[in-house]
């Protein structure tokens, strides 16, 4: 069974009679990378607030390894690492100087942990140059090392990719992945790019209006049957004669466009399809497979189209 690093237990916020948060409840494990994903103003900006202590919770808890960010604060929270957007550095002093600097505001940290952050973020060959030298994938990968500095079981990013042209998201994402198996660190990941968040998270928390939609794995649909369907587009000639006979032969409501049908399916009867519509002289040119993206899921479960 995993051990939990956060939780929050019915948390809610309110701003004079409007409620913000209206009782959050939900777990991350050690180890884990959790995304947290919502349209524009639905409370993931509060809700991260209130889980470092920058804001006031109004009601409800955040326990971190059971101690409560209200009544336990400076215990609960050493166990917290974060950084938001663009982590500030001193750029006039080298990564590994500022590391240093950094290191000498929190009691314990030893040279050695300085070197371990180091290599784990993979900066070793440029730590000891200025940081106004480095580019935006490098300091962030500087952010995530000093907030790894004093070992915390959680850790709190907040856009880690923004600004970061391809090649950086993708380094970023590799270090994230990492650390939270070599270090067995909880990564919660506040983003807008649900590609991304695809790519490097094993759960999401979906939030609107304040609410919890859904939590779930990335990569499983909480309906089985609707994991297995993979979205069929075929591009055929006749189109109406094509849809005729999939409605007939296999019971399929396809919806055509131009010379294109789109209906869900399981991939393995693709061929028998193929076979049916060749018998009956349907001209096939191509034929596309793709199970549902993230993004897919986002928008069935918020039904908009606007993200933060």
Not at 8 to 13: A, E, V
Not at 47 to 60: E, F, K, N, P, S
Request: with cysteine; net charge negative.
């Amino acid at each position: 069974m995993s051990e939990t690093a956060m939780e929050l237990i019915d948390l809610k916020k309110t701003i004079g009679k409007k409620e913000i948060i209206k009782g959050l409840s939900f777990k991350i494990n050690k180890g884990e990378v959790f995304g947290f994903i919502g349209p524009n103003g639905a409370g993931k900006t509060t809700t991260i607030r209130m889980m470092v202590g920058l804001m006031q919770v109004t009601d409800g808890d955040v326990q971190i390894l059971g101690n409560s960010i209200k009544n336990d604060f400076k215990e609960a929270i050493k166990e917290v690492g974060a950084i938001v957007e663009n982590p500030e550095m001193y750029p006039f002093m080298t990564g590994e100087q500022n590391l240093k600097h950094y290191a000498r505001m929190i009691p314990g940290i030893s040279k050695e942990r300085v070197q371990e952050v180091i290599a784990l973020v993979g900066l070793e060959k440029v730590v000891k140059e200025k940081v106004g030298r480095y580019s935006l994938g490098m300091r962030q990968r500087l952010g995530i090392a000093q907030a790894l500095l004093h070992k915390p079981s959680v850790l709190i990013l907040d856009e880690p990719t923004n600004g970061l042209d391809p090649a950086g998201i993708k380094e970023i994402r590799q270090y994230i992945r990492r650390l939270a198996s070599a270090e067995g660190v909880a990564v919660i990941i506040s983003s807008h790019l649900l590609s991304e968040i695809e790519l490097m998270c094993d759960r999401i928390g979906i939030i609107k209006n304040g609410e919890l939609v859904a939590t779930q794995s990335v990569n499983d649909s909480t309906d089985a049957e609707q994991q297995r369907l993979s979205q069929i587009k075929l591009e055929v000639t006749p189109a109406d004669k094509a849809m005729e006979l999939l409605t007939s032969h296999h019971d399929i409501n396809a919806e055509i466009s131009n010379e294109s049908l789109s209906f869900q399916l399981e991939k393995e009867k693709i061929p028998m399809i193929i076979e049916t519509l060749v018998k009956h002289d349907v001209s096939i040119y191509q034929v596309g497979a793709s199970n549902a993206t993230l993004e897919d899921k986002f928008f069935d479960l918020i039904g908009e189209n606007i993200i933060e």
